[in-house]
């Protein structure tokens, strides 16, 4: 039952309430008790509750309020955009805004790939029934 | 735009102007205009008006003075197109007939409806029109360079006016009999010109016949304000 994602300087966040709904933020300072001063290299470094703040298990190496060239070298070197895209919250959102954006047209061409995977799927079953019922 | 012209005589408070009469007459140089003329204003003769026909006055005066109705030289315009259909978009038809197919648009006549077809071969409509209004437009598009339809316009999809047949009690139910209309081939070679360039081009784009041909209609957590069309 411990926690295993504390708010510390240099974790890596997720936004998710207000404007920046769906933004990746760093920590880069704390405020007071619910509050945190967050940044990240296409926004300007604000204030953000924590309440609006879905920790991540990526944290980076930084000092307390770094300046902005500073913050993104530290953000490469870590690799966070990467890390965050391989892991499967990551991998998560991103097919959600794939499925968001399709089209008409791309819905049914999907429809049409699902039924012929189902289709290739069945048949492998029934053949293994097959092999088990002889 | 130009820039504001200088007045000669501008209002100092509502109805009091800064250059008295005879000075504006000066500024104005109405006397260099009468010197250049010789003394007079420089003046044009009235062009002769034709006389007018002598008209018969009316045999016959209404007993009440009929008011005539104001005049309206009011032209409506074309309706205007969603930014979204273009010629070639595939549209979804929400009511009527068909509602629920997807076709592809054409152009839009002068009367501000959308010409479209099927194609016919492939969901079964015809050469139509269909209003702006009930139709939802995808961001499909299909290529129409093949496709002429310059002849179709409004007066294309008018009914026809039929003879007047006669009221004999034998010939009333035979003319209930033959009541069926079959379109005139003309028409039919009309759609099958213009649907055969369009299946060339559709049949490019895989899987675009079958999308055409299938129906759309909402399933189970489909939100309408949230679909990207």
Known sequence: ?134 | MAPKQRTRNPELIPGVRKVSRSAMYHKRGLWAIKAKNGGKFPHHEKAVAAAPVAEKPPKFYPADDIKKPLSNTRKAKPTKLRASITPGTVLIILSGRFKGKRVVFLKQLSSGLLLVTGPYKINGVPLRRVNQAYVIGTSTKVDLSGVNVEKFDDKYFAKQVEKKKEKTEAGFFKGQEEEKNSLPTEKKDDQKTVDAALLKTLETVPELKAYLGARFSLKAGMKPHELVF
């Not at chain 1, 769906?22 to 509050?35: A, F, H, T, W, Y």
């Not at chain 1, 499925?99 to 053949?127: H, P, S, T, W, Y």
């Open chain 1, 1 to 134: 039952m411990p926690f295993k994602r504390y708010v510390e300087i240099g974790r890596v966040a997720l936004v998710n309430y207000g404007k920046d709904y769906g933004r990746l933020v760093v920590i880069v300072d704390v405020i007071d008790q619910n509050r945190a001063l967050v940044d990240s290299p296409d926004m300007v470094r604000g204030q953000m509750n924590f309440k609006r703040l879905s920790l991540t298990d990526i944290k980076i190496d930084i000092k307390r309020v770094p300046n902005k060239k500073t913050l993104i070298a530290a953000m490469e070197a870590a690799d966070v955009k990467g890390k965050w895209e391989k892991s499967s919250w990551g991998r998560k959102l991103i097919v959600q805004k794939r499925r968001a954006a399709l089209n008409d047209f791309d819905r049914f061409k999907l429809m049409l790939a699902k039924i012929k995977k189902a289709g290739v799927v069945r048949q492998e079953l029934a053949k293994l029934k097959k092999e088990i019922a002889v």
